[in-house]
């Protein structure tokens, strides 16, 4: 079978940063800000590691990336690549007068995969707009420890893979 890539997104997808404490413990503080993981991480690691190639793309700062893929990935999960800010395509939201950063499939495409046997994990469906097709939305993490989202991925991820009609990968 040809290898299969899952490229994470980090903010609100795989963790929380805050600037103010919640109720309960963070798993780490990073720049100021508190750092919570994404409740059963490890578990949905665990099951779609020896499945999947395994890789991040996040568009914040290279050390607040390197900070959480060590925390989360540590040396138990080893990354295809773990890109930051600079990876990601900047442009001009007209709407908020911002900047955007965008994560293009077309630069993973020279880490020897094919658009087809790649699917990006994200939050945000802004940041993937390039590539609605590959794409598995997940609800924004903002802290709930009682968020289960991550337990589903496994299953979402291997239909995913097997379903090639637009849109389809998004409709869960
Ligand atoms: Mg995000």
Same mark, same amino acid.
């Given at each position: 079978m040809q290898p299969r890539l899952v490229i994470f997104d980090l903010d609100e997808t795989l963790v929380h940063a805050a600037a103010a404490r919640l109720a309960h413990a963070p798993d780490f503080e990073f720049g100021g800000h508190f750092v919570y993981l994404r409740p059963h991480l490890q578990t949905m690691l665990e099951a779609i590691w020896p499945e999947f190639d395994v890789a991040v793309w996040s568009s914040a700062s290279r050390p607040y990336v390197d900070a959480v893929v060590w925390h989360v990935f540590g040396k138990r999960v080893p990354l295809k690549f773990a890109w930051a800010i600079e990876r990601c395509v900047q442009r001009v @939201?007209? +709407?908020?007068n911002s900047y955007v950063y965008l994560k293009d499939l077309?630069? $993973? *495409? &020279? *880490? &020897?995969? +094919?658009?087809?046997?790649i699917l990006m994990v994200d939050d945000s469906p802004d940041k993937v707009a390039r590539q609605p097709r590959d794409h598995i939305q997940v609800v924004p993490f $903002? &802290? @709930?420890? &009682? @968020? +289960?989202a991550l337990l589903e991925l496994p299953a979402r991820l291997a239909h995913a893979f097997t379903t090639t009609s637009t849109g389809a990968r998004s409709e869960f």
């Open positions: @939201d007209i +709407r908020t077309r630069k $993973v *495409q &020279g *880490q &020897g995969y +094919r658009l087809e046997q $903002v &802290g @709930d420890p &009682g @968020d +289960r």
